[in-house]
T-cell receptor
Framework: NAGVMQNPRHLVRRRGQEARLRCSPM?????VYWYRQLPEEGLKFMVY????????ESGMPKERFSAEFPKEGPSILRIQQVVRGDSAAYFC????????????FGQGTRLTVV | SQQGEEDPQALSIQEGENATMNCSYK?????LQWYRQNSGRGLVHLIL???NEREKHSGRLRVTLDTSKKSSSLLITASRAADTASYFC??????????WGAGTKLIIKP
């Protein structure tokens, strides 16, 4: 049972380009969370998704950021027209929808905007 | 999501000593989880304590939870150099979302 898979591990984009980050949850998990971690800071919640639904996007910037978790395939975090301030590590976690279960994290995608 | 708070922000101790990290939160929770993050790496789940539990052990780890004070502590006994990492507590709120703080940076000196 593979863990949470994120790809790419490292992504370099020029300002103004688009960044697409992928997250494949653990088998059997239908809940995905995205977090952003700035250098030397803790994790900041971005969005919580279930299959085909956004449950809570209160941590997502209002512009340029979007997320989806389609019925088939990985969850995608999309950042349009990236800026230097978007440089961070983006972590995805998945869990099954049972109370008192842990969330499993991927290794993260380190986005660098140049 | 409201953030939890870890205390202290940084902790440096000698190898072999015990390390205690504290966590406070603001909302009601289903459970509270502790994670470790080695520099530049992903997060590793350490231990989960349910809201109706007061203490839990796993190897050299001991976690306590006081829901009346909305606080938890993580104790690492007989610390090792490999324990050097950032430690995050993540309360899971009633909406099943994890609430994160900035973490405690633990350094174990040989």
């Amino acid at each position: 049972n593979a863990g949470v898979m994120q790809n790419p591990r490292h992504l370099v984009r020029r300002r103004g380009q688009e960044a697409r980050l992928r997250c494949s949850p653990m088998k059997g998990h239908s809940h995905v969370y995205w977090y952003r971690q700035l250098p030397e800071e803790g994790l900041k919640f971005m969005v919580y998704l279930q299959k085909e639904n956004i449950i809570d996007e209160s941590g997502m910037p209002k512009e340029r950021f979007s997320a989806e978790f389609p019925k088939e395939g990985p969850s995608i975090l999309r950042i349009q027209q990236v800026v230097r301030g978007d440089s961070a590590a983006y972590f995805c976690a998945s869990s099954s929808f049972f109370e008192n279960t842990e969330a499993f994290f991927g290794q993260g995608t380190r986005l660098t905007v140049v | 999501s409201q953030q939890g708070e870890e205390d202290p922000q940084a902790l440096s101790i000698q190898e072999g000593e015990n390390a205690t990290m504290n966590c406070s939160y603001k909302t009601s929770i289903n459970n509270l989880q502790w994670y470790r993050q080695n520099s530049g790496r992903g997060l590793v789940h350490l231990i989960l304590i349910r809201s109706n539990e007061r203490e839990k052990h796993s190897g050299r780890l001991r976690v306590t939870l006081d829901t009346s004070k909305k606080s938890s502590s993580l104790l690492i006994t007989a610390s090792r150099a490999a324990d050097t990492a950032s430690y995050f507590c993540a309360p899971m709120d009633s909406n099943y979302q994890l609430i994160w703080g900035a973490g405690t940076k633990l350094i174990i000196k040989p």
